[in-house]
């Protein structure tokens, strides 16, 4: 069983489109996350929900919106797609506990032409 | 501002070389140090961690020596093998919290046979 799967894995899109990345986790975690990785492999934290709540939303632009439904879902919603959000997208999660292991899905690779 | 200098960039040792894979933080109330193992087409994965209260930890061939006082810890393998090739980023966090794990960019590590 996959502790945190998102779909779709590849996705090729059109600037000006909309997509959405799904992430789900069955691990019982309270926190989730997306992660974008760059070309460089440079990770960043896009945002971070706890119990469906936001708590962390770094400098990511507005078009960029994610959604909980439930603590063990967390989409990634992008409007009117641009060349440079071309990247992999991580969705992870972790529990509200002390030892922060966060655990990765196994991507989103996302290519905008 | 980078608050995790992971280096090298990258790293090529012929099988049975112990890598050595260094990274600076600056925030002196991190008090959590992992790091994980990316492969290929795969997300990110806890490969071992430690914290400030002990200088050295150890699980199988993978070893973190830590260093208050430099603020500095490092991953080393020992016996490396070609399956241990994959990319490896240092991280930390503040006060047992996982919301904000800070990365560093990674060292991409190759091991030839």
């Known amino acids: 069983d996959t502790a945190v799967s998102q779909t779709p894995k590849y996705l090729v899109t059109q600037m000006g489109n909309d997509k959405s990345i799904k992430c789900e986790q069955n691990?019982?975690?309270?926190?989730m996350y997306w992660y974008k990785q760059d070309s460089k492999k440079f990770l960043k934290i896009m945002f971070s929900?706890?119990?469906?709540?936001?708590?962390i939303n770094e400098t990511v632009p507005n078009r960029f919106s994610p959604k909980s439904p439930d603590k063990a879902h967390l989409n990634l919603h992008i409007n009117s797609l641009e060349l440079g959000d071309s990247a992999v997208y991580f969705c992870?999660?972790?529990?509200?506990?002390?030892?922060?292991?966060?655990?990765f899905g196994e991507g989103s690779w996302l290519t905008v032409v | 501002q980078q608050q995790v200098k992971q280096s090298p960039q990258s790293l090529i040792v012929q099988k049975g070389g112990i890598p050595i894979i260094n990274c600076a933080y600056e925030?002196?109330?991190?008090?959590?140090f992992p790091w994980y193992q990316q492969f290929p087409g795969k997300g990110p994965a806890l490969l071992i961690a430690?914290?400030?209260?002990?200088s050295e930890k150890k699980e199988g061939r993978f070893t973190i020596s830590f260093n208050k006082s430099a603020k500095q810890f490092s991953l080393h393998i020992m016996d490396s093998q070609p399956g241990d090739s994959a990319t490896y980023f240092c991280?930390?966090?503040?006060?047992?919290?996982?919301?904000?794990?800070?990365f560093g960019k990674g060292t991409k590590l190759t091991v030839n046979p």
């Open positions: 430690i914290r400030p209260d002990v």
């Open positions: 925030n002196t109330a991190f008090d959590y």
């Open positions: 992870a999660s972790s529990p509200r506990v002390r030892g922060n292991t966060i655990y």
């Open positions: 691990l019982g975690h309270d926190t």
């Open positions: 991280a930390a966090s503040k006060q047992g919290g996982s919301e904000k794990l800070v």
């Open positions: 929900y706890n119990n469906k709540e936001l708590i």
